[in-house]
Nanobody
């Protein structure tokens, strides 16, 4: 069972930047898919960004050009660099990994963007 611990959330002003981290309890080298979802109050959880082992990534249209996902296999960590933040980015952000047909989730980290 993979355990994930997110960090880096907080309060930031609109236009600011923040980087989220998600540390896995085991090696992510062989894990193919990893990524981030977010859930705003009253809304469904939505995919923000995902990355596979080759480094190929995809993003929600709402964050393209502003967010960058990356993975550090040596440190078993996946990152989400978020720039040009706006209040619509306010949400709880969850990281996930897909391993052997099962999805594992982190506990979530809150991001609040003030206008």
């Amino acid at each position: 069972q993979v355990q994930l611990v997110e960090s880096g959330g907080g309060l930031v002003q609109a236009g600011g930047s923040l980087r989220l981290s998600c540390a896995a309890s085991e090696s992510i080298f062989s894990i193919n898919a990893m990524g981030w979802y977010r859930q705003a109050p009253g809304k469904q959880r939505e995919l923000v960004a995902a990355i596979i082992r080759t480094g190929t990534s995809n993003y929600a249209d709402s964050v393209k050009g502003r967010f960058t996902i990356s993975r550090d296999n040596a440190n078993n960590t996946v990152y989400l660099q978020m720039n040009s933040l706006n209040p619509e980015d306010t949400a709880v952000y969850y990281c996930y990994v897909d391993k052997f047909g099962r999805r594992y989730w982190g506990q979530g980290t809150q991001l609040t963007v003030s206008s």
